[in-house]
Every structure is written in C-alpha cells, then in structure tokens.
C-alpha cells in the first residue's frame, strides 16, 4: 500500500507543479477601455514575465507586453455594512447595534498601458487576498512602482 502511495505522489507533485506555472488571478472589471466587457463582469488576469492577459471565458479580450505598462494605481472603497445592520437590527437590536460598526473594503488596482499608438486602461476589483499579488507581480513585470490613489490629490 506504501509503494503505491509513493507511486501516485512521485507521478502527482510534478505534474502538479508545473501545472502552477502561469498563476491566474480572479477580478471583476470595474470600468476603462475595454468596449467588448461590461463592468462588473468577471474576469481573469494572467501575468508573466512579457505579456499580461485579460481572460473571459476562454478568450482573450486583452493582451498586451508588460513593458508598455505606463502606470500602476490602487485603492480602497471602505464603507460601513448599513444593510445587514439594519435587518440583523430587526431580528435583535443588540447583534444589529454592533454589526452597524462593522467595516467592508473592496480593493482596485488601476491600470494604463501605451503599446505603439494602441492606448488603454482599466481598473479592476481585486479580491482582499489577491490584490498584494497583482501589485507585485505588474510592479515586477513593468518595473514601475504602484501609486496609492488616496495620497494624490486632484484639482479641478
């Protein structure tokens, strides 16, 4: 029984390393120039060490080399959870009362790129546990370093 344990994970860990080769991430697309997805679709995000790719369902909606990358932003969208707290309130006033300070933040990475005369950008709703990835990895693939959008100010 031990020999064939050792069979199946001799044959398994490679296959499944090599299948962990070209991670992708889950986003929803929030808004920017790419007219064939709505925003609030799901997509996916591929990133390797020349090309990052915009998936949905099996096709390619954009791909672009990681040197055209002009410009990496984020940021945060915190708001209070009102509506839980308001029917958690109905069912108990106490549970209600403290899910009313209870916080939800929702991360988005920016994005712009410039390949040749082809210009484009987007921004993108990271999932809290992959967002420090995404920033990494485009920071690592374009050599440009993320801009936190809540420091720059903007005049009118």
């Known amino acids: 029984m031990k020999c064939i344990f050792a069979v199946i994970l001799c044959i398994a860990l490679p296959g499944a390393m090599f299948a962990a080769d070209n991670p992708s991430y889950k986003i929803t697309y929030d808004g920017g120039s790419l007219s064939s997805v709505k925003g609030g679709s799901g997509l996916k995000l591929y990133i390797d060490s020349t090309t990052v790719r915009f998936v949905k369902d099996k096709t390619d909606v954009a791909t672009f080399p990681a040197s055209a990358i002009t410009e990496i932003s984020y940021g945060q969208d915190v708001h209070r959870r009102v509506g839980t707290a308001i029917g958690l309130g109905m069912l108990s006033f106490g549970v ?17 790129w410039a390949n040749g005369d082809h210009k484009g950008g987007l921004a993108m709703q990271c999932d809290k546990s992959d967002y420090r990835g995404i920033l990494a990895a485009l920071e690592g693939v374009s050599g440009k370093k993320a801009v936190n959008s809540e420091t720059m100010t903007v005049k009118n």
Request: hydrophobic share 55%; no cysteine; net charge positive.
């Open 96 to 112: 209600g009362a403290f899910m009313l300070l209870a916080k939800s933040k929702k991360h988005f990475v920016g994005l712009t």
